[in-house]
């Protein structure tokens, strides 16, 4: 029989979420590098640059790969051998080592649990609960597996129940371009298929768990049903042309994984869940003789990867941008901004609109005539640091909000990650606006360009209170131009036919 102490689980869950924030998994970086090298999209290529930068840099200083800084998510298979020093349960304890790991000093992360999920939401301040899956087997050891989960990956979830005899493949093919590039591809799609609607949906979140290994399976060939459609999906996936950010390209995925349970013989529940560029996930096992002992991954494991925005990047001013110079400007066209930029995302948007609607006045500061904003929840700085890790968030969630911005403050351009639908995409082209989209899991890289940071307004919403920011070069793509062409439209339907193995206009 083995003793798990109490402080040991605690102490381990602590390290762990703190190590997976800032190291990638060795066999996403080698997947990615590999990609990187085999892109021929110059846009999506520079968007791997950037992310591959990014996470040398994280391991480096210690620093959050993503400003999501994700839900933390355990596994537990205990063994039923264990005998437990504790005085906390099993949820109380993993949520300890959560709230440890979030407030670290030297490394704060965001929180960004909300309770209760409807009504008030009002943020725990510090990151719990968790979702804790427990399950008991034979032996005396406690596997732990951990996943911090960010909700641009986690909203684009698929739940389906098929007809037995209905083509799995032609599902995913259809709901995978309905995910739009707010999850930040490349990452992985994790499936589960058959129990229940729950028991999908678990394989499927634990399956993005599994090692990144599709290359080696292609060498070996498939030995199950299973296997060959993994290596089916890979490849119809990635010739579906969304590429890395959804710019077009190459590489979409770079697994696909897939958890098996038996089913009811009238169903065929199935699950996809993704996984982005800021692949979090870690496994251990404790055995009694203390907390786990993680170690960190050699400086080597990063490629020799370098990012600079090139020659053909405009520099912008936002304190004197214009209507007339917005016009001017075309899909795919690199930027970079300098000078004085907002920030708001959901709440902040939510509180601003219903301000307008009751004919009040926004607060003092707050003044978006001809100004950009930035869809960001920014980490907390720690020691001298002006912002923490400051990447986008899904800009899609700000699209009905996006008509009465832009008619009744001033607003003229965005920034944030991934498309924007139709609904925004007609009023930007309505306005004679523009958005603009950073590269999700690059928030280090971006917090580079921040010089100055400021309170406005709203401070009561916390990472999603209005700031403004003094920036230099911050690297950006115009996604949606004056017109309303979007990027995100024409880049994967580019790639999809160049790639030509699946119909361009299926």
């Given at each position: 029989?083995?003793?798990?102490?109490?402080?040991?689980?605690?102490?381990?869950?602590?390290?762990?979420?703190?190590?997976?924030?800032?190291?990638?998994?060795?066999?996403?970086?080698?997947?990615?590098?590999?990609?990187y090298e085999a892109e021929e999209s110059p846009a999506a290529k520079d968007a791997m640059a950037q992310i591959l930068v990014n996470s040398r840099m994280c391991a480096e200083d210690r620093r959050p790969i993503c400003q999501d800084t994700g839900m933390a998510v355990v596994f537990l298979r205990v063994g039923m051998e264990v005998r437990w020093e504790a005085e906390l349960g099993i949820q109380e304890m993993v949520d300890e080592g959560v709230r440890r790991a979030y407030a670290h000093p030297d490394n704060v992360l965001r929180a960004s649990v909300v309770a209760p999920p409807i009504g008030e939401r009002k943020n725990t301040r510090d990151n719990t609960p968790a979702v804790v899956h427990t399950e008991l087997i034979p032996g005396d050891r406690v596997e732990v597996k951990l996943a911090a989960k960010g909700g641009g990956s986690e909203n684009k979830a698929k739940f389906t129940i098929l007809n037995p005899s209905d083509s799995l493949v032609d599902w995913v093919l259809k709901v995978v371009p309905t995910m739009g590039a707010g999850w930040c591809p490349p990452g992985m799609l994790g499936m589960g298929i058959g129990g229940s609607a729950e028991k999908a949906m678990l394989l499927a979140k634990e399956a993005l768990m599994e090692p990144i290994d599709i290359h080696e399976l292609k060498a070996r060939?498939?030995?199950?049903?299973?296997?060959?459609?993994?290596?089916?999906?890979?490849?119809?996936?990635?010739?579906?042309?969304?590429?890395?950010?959804?710019?077009?390209?190459?590489?979409?995925?770079?697994?696909?994984?897939?958890?098996?349970?038996?089913?009811?013989?009238?169903?065929?529940?199935?699950?996809?869940?993704?996984?982005?560029?800021?692949?979090?996930?870690?496994?251990?096992?404790?055995?009694?003789?203390?907390?786990?002992?993680?170690?960190p991954p050699r400086p080597?494991?990063?490629?020799?990867?370098?990012?600079?925005a090139g020659p053909d990047a405009k520099r912008v001013d936002l304190d004197r941008i214009t209507r007339e110079e917005i016009a001017s400007w075309r899909p795919g066209d690199r930027i970079l901004l300098s000078g004085k930029l907002l920030t708001g995302r959901d709440a902040a948007h939510k509180r601003i609109v219903d301000m307008l609607a009751r004919g009040e006045a926004l607060p003092e500061g707050v003044d978006f005539t001809n100004r950009f904003i930035y869809y960001v929840g920014p980490v907390d700085p720690v020691r001298d640091e002006i912002v923490g890790p400051a990447g986008p968030t899904t800009a899609t969630r700000m699209d009905k909000f996006t008509e009465q911005m832009l008619a009744e403050t001033g607003l003229i351009g965005m920034v944030g990650k991934a498309e924007r639908g139709p609904v925004a995409i007609e009023a930007i082209?309505?306005?004679?606006?523009?958005?603009?989209?950073?590269?999700?899991?690059?928030?280090?890289?971006?917090?580079?360009?921040?010089?100055?940071?400021?309170?406005?307004?709203?401070?009561?919403?916390?990472?999603?209170?209005?700031?403004?920011?003094?920036?230099?070069?911050?690297?950006?793509?115009?996604?949606?131009d004056s017109r309303g062409e979007s990027v995100h439209k024409t880049g994967p339907a580019e790639w999809r036919k160049r790639i030509g193995k699946l119909p361009a206009d299926a």
């Open positions: 029989m083995t003793t798990i102490r109490q402080e040991d689980l605690i102490q381990s869950i602590a390290d762990g979420f703190q190590y997976i924030s800032y190291y990638h998994p060795q066999d996403y970086i080698r997947a990615l590098a590999a990609a060939g498939p030995a199950s049903p299973s296997e060959a459609l993994r290596l089916e999906l890979f490849e119809k996936v990635n010739a579906l042309g969304i590429g890395a950010q959804g710019l077009g390209g190459l590489t979409t995925v770079l697994d696909v994984k897939i958890k098996e349970y038996p089913t009811h013989a009238a169903s065929l529940p199935v699950a996809v869940i993704p996984n982005c560029a800021a692949t979090r996930h870690l496994e251990f096992t404790l055995d009694g003789k203390g907390p786990a002992k993680l170690e080597e494991e990063w490629p020799d990867v370098t990012w600079e082209k309505k306005h004679q606006a523009v958005y603009l989209m950073a590269v999700g899991g690059a928030a280090y890289l971006v917090a580079k360009a921040i010089e100055g940071s400021r309170m406005i307004a709203f401070e009561d919403l916390g990472m999603e209170a209005i700031r403004e920011f003094e920036i230099r070069d911050m690297p950006v793509t115009v996604a949606v």
